[in-house]
């Protein structure tokens, strides 16, 4: 009785320590319809957002997001507009983020999927573009 | 009774080994990141277009 338990716990465990081994080499699931018309809305939407990126109207904030960093950098008739595009594109990135976790079985995985972006968005960003580094705002 | 003792610890060690396995894939996660943003921000070519900037920069005196 003890020794059939026991083997069972043997097999278990294994089996346990073997799973993160096989996931670790796994990619994670980025092909849902969801993520792909999100990234096709920002795709679009980022022609419009290019320029205040490089003017340091916008920049990248820490949680993955984007800001107004700098209002001045925008007429006054177009800053409404700015504004605008600023809402919608973290909507899209929240959702995004949101969406990346759960395709992959992990809603809980949301914030660090965030600042897995947050990271690599800056890194990716063009010279010349801000960023929030800490507390403060970087130009890169 | 003789084989709680013997199982119970071997499930405490096992329910650990299921907390391990729901690790964040830091690694898949970045490669997922940069997919995406390439796609965003269309940056075509494969190799880091700020790296080539940063070197010809002067650095500062």
Redesign the interface.
């Known amino acids: ?2 020794k059939k ?2 083997s069972i ?1 043997l097999i ?2 294994a089996t ?2 073997a ?2 081994f096989a ?2 080499a ?3 699931e ?1 092909n849902t319809p969801a ?1 792909s018309s999100l ?1 096709n809305s ?2 679009t939407r ?1 022609g419009q957002l290019a320029a205040h990126y490089a003017s340091g109207a916008i920049g990248l904030t820490k949680d993955g997001l984007i800001a107004m960093h700098d209002a001045n950098a925008v007429p006054l008739a177009q800053r409404q507009s700015v504004n605008s595009l600023i809402a919608a594109e973290n909507g899209d990135r929240n959702a ?1 983020y949101k969406e ?1 976790a759960s395709a992959n079985g ?1 809603p809980e ?1 949301q914030d ?2 965030r600042s ?2 947050a ?3 800056v890194q ?4 010349g573009w801000w960023y929030q580094d800490g507390g403060a705002w970087v130009k ?1 | 009774m003789k084989t709680w003792i013997a199982v119970f610890p071997a499930i405490l060690i096992l329910s650990a080994c299921v907390t391990i396995n729901i690790y964040f894939p830091a690694a898949a996660a970045e490669k997922a990141a940069d997919k995406i943003i390439d796609e965003v921000w269309q940056l075509k070519d494969k190799a880091t277009p700020d790296a080539k900037l940063i070197e010809e920069k002067p650095a500062t005196k």
């Open positions: 009785m003890m338990l026991f716990l278990l465990l346990a320590l799973a993160p996931s670790a796994a990619d994670l980025v993520i990234k920002m795709q980022h995004l990346i992990h995985w660090e999927v897995t972006f990271q690599r968005w990716k960003a063009q010279n890169k």
